[in-house]
């Protein structure tokens, strides 16, 4: 009886999780002498974005990379339900200080995570004070096969990385590549959550001695023309 329970509780779990169709990813820009009063008034703002949209999963500051820029990640079915979304009255909340907007829309690639036994964003964020979110984005080369090619060979080094990453500190979130918006064609995001600045660092370390990961990394490389990394904080 007890297992019976425990199944059907699974299974609502399961049923219950979002479906993702598609993962926004916003960027404003923020003239510097703005950034703190706008941070302020957005992290005041978050909790009634969140009652407006369920699919809303949160903002972040960015602590190294684009400094003035800040993040918003979200998660829609489908366009209409975006649409939708858009329309909402109080949705947003607008500041002098944001100097342009950007938009992107993803497609997660689920079948590589749950391959690594990781769910991705269907389980939202888990995002407290003192956290650090890693932002890594490839650009790669044009043409059909470049993506799935870069998902064969991640996935073939991810699971020696997670193995060997003994610090405990890190986990991948997310693994994304573009579908519309600013982001070029064949860019791929990954989204770490790190227990802390630092501790990116230890992760980072211990990851050396996944030899497939390094392996998987060095062909990575070869598919790529650029390649940026980010240290992003919660807002709320």
């Known amino acids: 009886m007890l297992l019976r329970r425990t199944t059907a509780a699974a ?15 916003e960027r404003d820009v923020v003239a510097p002498q703005h950034l703190a009063e706008y941070r302020a008034m957005l992290a005041a703002h978050a909790p009634q974005r969140k009652r407006l949209d369920e699919g809303y999963l949160g903002s972040f500051g960015v602590d190294v990379g684009r400094a ?8 829609f079915e489908d366009y209409d339900q975006r649409d939708a979304r858009e329309a909402t009255e109080g949705l947003r909340f607008f500041h002098q200080g944001v100097q ?9 690639a689920s079948a590589t995570l749950n391959e690594a036994g990781l769910p991705g964003l269907q389980d939202g964020l888990d995002a407290v004070q003192g956290c650090a979110f890693e932002l890594r984005t490839y650009e790669l080369q044009l043409g059909y096969d470049t993506v799935p090619n ?3 060979i991640y996935s073939g080094g991810l699971k020696d990385k997670m193995e060997h990453d003994d610090s405990g500190e890190s986990r991948l979130i997310s693994l994304l590549h573009s579908e519309a ?28 001695k996944a030899t497939s990961w390094r392996r998987a990394v060095n062909h990575i490389a070869e598919l790529s023309t650029r390649f940026e990394t980010q240290l992003l904080r919660p807002i709320f």
């Open 11 to 25: 299974a609502r779990r399961i049923s219950q999780r979002r479906h993702l169709g598609y993962v926004e990813l």
């Open 68 to 75: 003035s820029s800040v993040y918003h990640l979200s998660v």
């Open 100 to 108: 342009s907007l950007e938009s992107s829309v993803f497609k997660e």
């Open 150 to 152: 870069f998902l064969e």
């Open 181 to 208: 918006g600013v982001a070029p064609l064949n860019t791929v995001i990954e989204l770490w959550r790190h227990e802390s600045a630092q501790g990116a660092q230890r992760s980072r370390l211990a990851s050396r």
